[in-house]
């Protein structure tokens, strides 16, 4: 049967999935609580998960379920882990909240940039008007009278000389990148991709701890369900729905085959954690090691808020800076040629 459905944001994604945990904590059997759920959500959701009730209830599994929503596909890995190690309630409350936190620094970005993006906007129409209307007249009145341009005169004709130059080369680095991602980076494996995504500054470096919290908490469960790690590594292939963990637990899954160890294997991949294989091989000499993924995957997890709000905040005050500076020298490159012709008369 095909769904007929709108598409879910990421927060209602996430929103579901939370309160769908929550219940199943409370003892309710799946289907109830989606039931329950249904009834505080508007018609068009009401019909839809009364069609994921339908397909649960034919047979079909909670993760397809989700897939035929629409859902994320990070999400729809929470559940699918979920069915294989039992902790359900347990996997939907940490998926969701994964989800909620990623959405809320995208919403905090945007928020960030939609003030001064407005201020870059009118900063620029002023900055044309001055450079092409009012600078000219001062200059070619300065000339006639053989006074020297003042600093900021001085910084806004370098702006305007070295501005097109700027974007030229800012436009020369996209055409690259573009060929680069055609060419190139689409051809190579995911594993490869990946690894070339976390040498990205700043960036590269809030993927390598999602990637390090997401292996690490669904091998936690997954382990604490009583599944060895090369079971778990076996799941992790059959998940196709996101080729780089299956691509991930198909290599490490080889790797162990041929006798390597766990921590000497993780150790060889660039967007895992470098204190990665430490923990391995220090939860599989206590006989801990579900306890020791579940707790490092909560410390990747805070490194992560706390790098994001980190990113964040410097991006506002460089942004300010700039735009201050322009339009203090805008305003002094036509204020002071005023008060030096005031000296003159």
Not at 12 to 36: D, F, N, V
Not at 106 to 112: A, C, S
Request: charged share 20%.
């Amino acid at each position: 049967m095909i769904m007929k459905h709108h598409k879910w944001s990421i927060n209602e994604q996430a929103i579901l999935l939370k309160r769908i945990g929550e219940l199943l904590a409370r003892g309710y059997p799946i289907a109830e609580a989606i039931e329950s759920i249904s009834l505080h959500l508007p018609k068009n959701r009401k019909e839809e998960l009364y069609q994921c009730l339908v397909e649960l209830r034919n047979g079909t599994s909670f993760h397809d379920v989700l897939n035929k929503l629409g859902f994320h596909k990070d999400l729809i890995g929470y559940v699918y882990f979920a069915e294989q190690h039992g902790s359900f309630s347990e996997a939907l409350l940490e998926g969701s909240s994964l989800a909620l936190v990623k959405e809320n620094d995208r919403k905090k970005l945007l928020k960030i940039l939609q003030y001064p993006s407005l201020l870059i906007f009118i900063t620029g129409f002023l900055f044309v008007f001055v450079q092409k209307s009012l600078l000219p007249k001062f200059t070619s009145l300065f000339n006639s009278m053989s006074l020297e341009e003042n600093f900021f005169m001085k910084v806004l004709y370098s702006f305007d000389e070295y501005f097109p130059i700027f974007m030229a080369i800012f436009l020369a680095l996209l055409a690259s990148g573009a060929i680069y991602y055609v060419f190139w980076f689409r051809k190579i494996t995911i594993l490869q991709q990946r690894s070339q995504l976390v040498k990205i500054p700043i960036a590269g470096r809030i993927l390598k701890l999602l990637f390090t919290h997401y292996f690490s908490v669904q091998l936690s469960f997954l382990l604490a369900g009583g599944i060895s790690v090369l079971e778990a590594l076996q799941l992790f292939e059959k998940n196709y729905r996101q080729p780089f963990y299956c691509q991930l637990g198909r290599e490490i899954k080889q790797k162990l085959l041929t006798g390597e160890n766990l921590e000497s294997i993780l150790a060889c991949f660039p967007f895992f954690e470098k204190e990665f294989p430490m923990i391995i091989k220090h939860g599989q000499e206590n006989g801990k090691l579900e306890q020791e993924l579940l707790f490092f995957s909560q410390h990747c997890m805070l490194n992560m808020e706390e790098r994001i709000e980190k990113s964040l905040k410097m991006i506002q005050p460089v942004l300010y800076l700039f735009i201050g500076f322009l339009v203090v020298s805008m305003y002094l490159a036509i204020l002071l040629p005023m008060f030096n012709l005031l000296d003159g008369i």
